[in-house]
């Protein structure tokens, strides 16, 4: 497994390896992997021919700080699996790279009613920071295939939303996993 820190980095990787015809899945985390992340690693091995797996845990999702501080960190272990499951390429910003400019300020991203059921309902900017970090992610990934857990299906459904709304749905595909 070969793993990146820096964007440019693993943008440059990439490009190499999609001119040589080769097609990128895509799963991003936050860490502290479990079963679930594991099974959209194996789809994304299964309809790709590079897996690329992130941990980044994104302070713009969190509307209580508290709630980033305690957020789980079990990097180890997190590899650990990784490698067992066969991942190719762990993508492993820190908030500076992945924040050049900072976190706040940007256009809000139309979500219409999506940010403010369910979930978002309760966590208000949350799916907001998700699509923050998502778009610049996809930025630097380029994948053709994007893998998301069932679980999650509103995130998954705010996700095709901003898929659209950066006018990309022609080159990823939103693979929905049962997790």
């Keep these: 497994m070969i793993v990146f820190k820096r964007a440019i980095a693993l943008t440059h990787y990439l ?10 899945g895509f799963v991003p985390t936050m860490g502290a992997l479990h079963d679930g992340h594991i099974d959209l ?15 980044f845990v994104n302070p713009t999702q969190f509307n209580d700080p508290k709630d980033f501080e ?15 499951a066969h991942c190719d390429i762990l993508f ?9 400019g900072g ?52 995130q998954c459904m705010v996700i095709n939303r901003l898929i659209e709304l950066a006018g990309i749905q022609d080159d990823v595909r939103l693979n929905i996993v049962p997790t």
């Design 41 to 55: 690693l194996r789809a994304a091995r299964a309809g790709s021919d590079i897996c690329v797996v992130s941990i």
């Design 92 to 100: 492993l910003p820190t908030v500076a790279e992945m924040y050049p």
């Design 15 to 24: 490009d190499k390896q999609r001119k040589q015809g080769k097609m990128t």
């Design 70 to 84: 305690k957020y789980p960190i079990t990097l180890e272990k997190d590899i650990e699996k990784l490698e067992a």
């Design 103 to 154: 976190t706040t300020g940007g256009q809000p991203y139309d979500l219409g009613y999506l940010e403010n059921i369910l979930e978002g309902k309760y966590r208000p900017g949350h799916f907001q920071g998700v699509c923050m970090v998502v778009h610049r992610l996809l930025s630097i990934v380029s994948p053709a295939n994007l893998y998301m857990g069932q679980k999650d299906y509103q």
